[in-house]
């Protein structure tokens, strides 16, 4: 006996299996710690998503450490799942760009199909979204010119993304020690791989991607997505970014039909100082039509990049401000203490001496 599920992190309409029914075979990747795959030696789990588990690994023969990526034994039965799998590998291979990850490898075992890519330290945007919360503006504005310029790369050869989120970014710590942080975009998996020969790995009423971050287009109509369906999802995590809120909460249909039909609330309600410009670059980049959007993730990096400079010539004009003589600190003294705040002038009149 099988029941539906929808999966609400990486959205697929599958069967799931109902735990008290014996017939069904386990889901759980028969994977194990020390197993060898060729020159590939498992080591430990890593994470699970909505393919397939990621294990690290070490390629034996290079002497380097590798993740793993193992297809969920629950989708042994579905025709679509290992093309769909190995569609990561595909548009890892067209895409010639550092923010991607690379994928040195993949194929089919008797326990079933496996990716080999690039391991990277560090941790997911989604995991410092929720340690941290809301990341400072600036950062917000040098992570989304990184993703852009990595999803523009993309698009240019021929691959949309289509589940962009949180957890499918990677922060990467220069191994220099500069204290920089690459962005990484992981998880090419539910790619649309235009002008590809072969059968689309998605027909009209598949629907694929996250609820949270999910263009209106992806819900209703799947094979008319193009590359602006990245421009929308891209908004949706600098709108969390900035404000420390996704765009839309509730249940699924609500999530979903929000998308479709209501406005999110500016970005700048919940923070002032968010700059007008980026506020406005936001909303755009969620605009239900996608006419109505960017025309494209070069685009973006253009106005992000326009937004990050002003930034930095407002801290320069700060930097370079003089500081006020000691007859001018003794005056806003005066005048802190003539409106009551005496208490304020003594602090301020402490900073002067």
Do not use: W
Not at 141 to 149: F, K, P, T, Y
Not at 167 to 184: C, M, R, T, W, Y
Request: aromatic share 6%; with cysteine; net charge negative.
């Amino acid at each position: 006996m099988s029941t539906a599920r929808i999966d609400t992190d990486s959205l697929t309409l599958s069967l799931a299996s109902d735990p008290r029914d014996d017939t069904v075979l386990d889901h759980r990747p028969a994977i194990v710690s020390g197993t060898m795959f060729g020159h590939y030696r498992v080591l430990e789990p890593l994470a699970d998503g909505g393919m397939g588990m990621v294990f690290l690994g070490e390629d034996t023969r290079l002497g380097r450490k590798v993740a793993l990526k193992f297809l969920h034994q629950r989708f042994l039965g579905d025709a679509s799942a290992v093309p769909r799998f190995f569609a990561e590998a595909l548009a890892a291979a067209r895409i010639s760009h550092p923010g991607t990850v690379s994928v040195f490898d993949y194929g089919s075992l008797d326990t079933g199909s496996y990716l080999v890519m690039e391991y990277l330290a560090g941790e997911s945007l989604g995991a410092r979204i929720e340690r941290e919360g809301r990341l400072p503006i600036a950062r917000v504005v040098a992570i989304g010119i990184e993703l852009a310029h990595t999803l523009a790369a993309a698009h240019e050869a021929g691959v949309i993304h289509r589940d962009l989120k949180p957890s499918n970014i990677h922060l990467v710590p220069d191994p220099a020690g500069s204290g920089h942080e690459f962005v990484k975009v992981l998880d090419f998996g539910i790619a649309k791989l235009l002008a590809s020969k072969g059968p689309p790995l998605t027909q009209q009423g598949d629907m694929l991607g996250t609820p949270f971050y999910m263009a209106p287009e992806q819900t209703f109509d799947p094979s008319t997505v193009d590359h602006r369906c990245d421009i929308y999802s891209l908004g949706c995590v600098l709108y969390q970014l900035v404000t420390g809120n996704v765009p839309f909460r509730g249940s699924l249909i609500e999530i979903l039909m929000a998308h479709q039909r209501l406005k999110p609330m500016p970005p700048s309600s919940f923070d002032a100082a968010i700059p007008p410009a980026l506020d406005a670059l936001i909303l755009r980049m969620m605009a239900k039509s996608r006419e109505g959007r960017p025309g494209s993730m070069a685009e973006v990096v253009s106005e992000l990049s326009s937004i990050q400079e002003s930034g930095h010539r407002a801290e320069g004009k700060l930097a370079g401000a003089q500081p006020l003589s000691l007859r001018q600190g003794m005056a806003v003294v005066g005048f802190l203490v003539g409106l009551g705040l005496v208490e304020v002038g003594l602090r301020y009149l402490a900073s002067l001496l």
